[in-house]
């Protein structure tokens, strides 16, 4: 039992037992523990009206003296206040903290409340989108009315970022990231990336400059190492026939690897040119030509194609890009595997797949298979005279004709590209 509550029933006790001798000794001994207990009560009174004056005043200082009960509920009150002053303290510091953190961040942080208003914002975010006090508590989009960015907050699908010139500063282009936490509130972070997108341009720029004042020496080259091997080579050192061969392979190496790269940069830098209707069946056959070309009839290639087999792009881009698939297949591919390209269509999209029975990738390398240069055996790539280039431009180009890459493959049973374009 409590100490107070035994004090407590041990000082009643006592009283009942002095006021029955006092009631025995008067001969009123009902009027006298009605009294006596009376009093007991106001006195009780008297401390339970001081802790209440102790809590209205906020609880502040040390709470009333008291013994018994109430000096119990006293000391628990007190304790607990203590209590909730430290973790008051706690919180106001890690707050204060937090503040300072997002005061020193070059991205703009916002807070939104479950309606999307304003709710919170970091000095960053207030210069990055010139915000003002009134701003507070405003919906956003009222604040940023851009479609883009209302659709971008709506949506509520914010795996990629969304990118737009900065509201106060159009030649600043800033990156929104929304994340949803705690009870559908939303963290808006915006970064400036003006620098970033400069570097990256300045970067394709040099890649695309490169690749074309390349070409020009390059046409020399060859020129000369053909005119050279055209010659009689009795006439020439023992050693120059091979040399002029190895010579003739590498610069040839060096003009796919210019051509491939002129290609990507202009399929980076440049908006989709005008697109028509391509007729697929017509565009595969130079295709299927050079494979078989390519192959040496090593390989089968297998033709299989739809009603309407027609898609609006750009012819020579969806050259380049199933024809990189259809190499591929023959390049990456030992003698005796199919090779089979299908055409189908549905309501929804019209699908081309070049799938294959030969080798097949690791599915570890398949998430990095468009990067550039990225080759899942380099051995095998390299003796294949592949560039490494080959899938990205066919992910560029299909991204310009919104279409998507899908890869699958088993290891040692072969690989399926597949190429799908939403009908619209
Ligand atoms: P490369 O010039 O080396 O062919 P790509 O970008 O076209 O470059 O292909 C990247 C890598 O993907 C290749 O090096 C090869 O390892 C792998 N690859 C592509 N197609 C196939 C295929 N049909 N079968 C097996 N591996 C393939």
Redesign the pocket.
């Known amino acids: 039992m409590q100490r107070g509550l035994r004090v407590e029933l041990q000082r009643i006790i006592l009283l009942v037992l002095a006021l029955s001798i006092a009631g025995f000794f008067n001969g009123y001994i009902g009027l006298t523990l009605l009294v006596g207990g009376g009093l007991y009560m106001g006195w009780t009174l008297l401390k339970v009206l001081r802790l209440y004056q102790w809590l209205d005043g906020g609880g502040q200082g040390i709470p009333p003296e008291s013994t018994g009960v109430w000096g119990d509920i006293s000391d628990q009150l007190y304790r607990l206040q203590k209590r909730n002053i430290r973790t008051r303290d706690d919180l106001r510091a890690v707050v204060k903290r937090i503040r300072k953190i997002t005061s020193a961040l070059d991205e703009g942080l916002i807070i939104l409340d479950e309606e999307r208003s304003v709710d919170w914002w970091n000095p960053a975010a207030a210069k990055l989108l010139g915000l003002r006090k009134e701003d507070l508590y405003q919906p956003i989009t009222n604040l940023l009315r851009t479609p883009a960015f209302v659709q971008f907050i709506q949506s509520g699908a914010f795996k990629l970022p969304l990118e737009l010139p900065a509201p106060n500063a159009p030649q600043r282009l800033l990156q929104f990231s929304a994340r949803v936490f705690g009870d559908n509130e939303m963290a808006l972070v915006i970064m400036d990336i003006t620098r970033l997108r400069q570097l990256e341009e300045m970067r394709k720029e040099f890649v695309g400059n490169i690749s074309h004042e390349l070409r020009t020496p390059l046409t020399v080259l060859t020129g000369y190492i053909e005119t050279l091997q055209d010659q009689d080579m009795h006439n020439l050192p023992p050693a120059w026939p091979k040399a002029l061969q190895q010579m003739g392979q590498q610069t040839e190496r060096m003009n796919l690897l210019a051509e491939d790269l002129v290609m990507l940069s202009r399929l980076e830098s440049t908006d989709v040119s005008v697109k028509t209707p391509i007729n697929l069946d017509a565009l595969f056959e130079p295709i299927i030509d050079n494979a078989r070309v390519l192959s040496e009839g090593k390989h089968k290639i297998n033709f299989t194609s739809c009603e309407q087999a027609l898609l609006e792009g750009d012819a020579k881009e969806l050259h380049s890009a199933l024809s990189?698939l259809v190499y591929?297949?023959v390049?990456?591919?030992p003698e005796g595997c199919d090779i089979n390209i299908a055409i189908k269509r549905n309501d929804a999209a019209l699908t081309i797949s070049i799938s294959?029975t030969?080798?097949?990738?690791d599915p570890l390398?398949i998430p990095r298979?468009?990067e550039r240069f990225?080759?899942?055996?380099s051995s095998?790539?390299t003796q294949?005279g592949?560039?490494?280039?080959?899938?990205?431009i066919v992910k560029h180009v299909l991204l310009r004709h919104n279409g998507e890459l899908k890869i699958e493959?088993t290891l040692g049973k072969g690989?399926a590209?597949t190429c799908r374009f939403a009908q619209h």
């Open positions: 990189n591929n297949a390049k990456h591919n294959d030969g080798l097949g990738i390398h298979l468009t990225y080759r899942a055996d095998r790539a294949s592949g560039t490494g280039l080959g899938l990205a493959s690989a590209f």
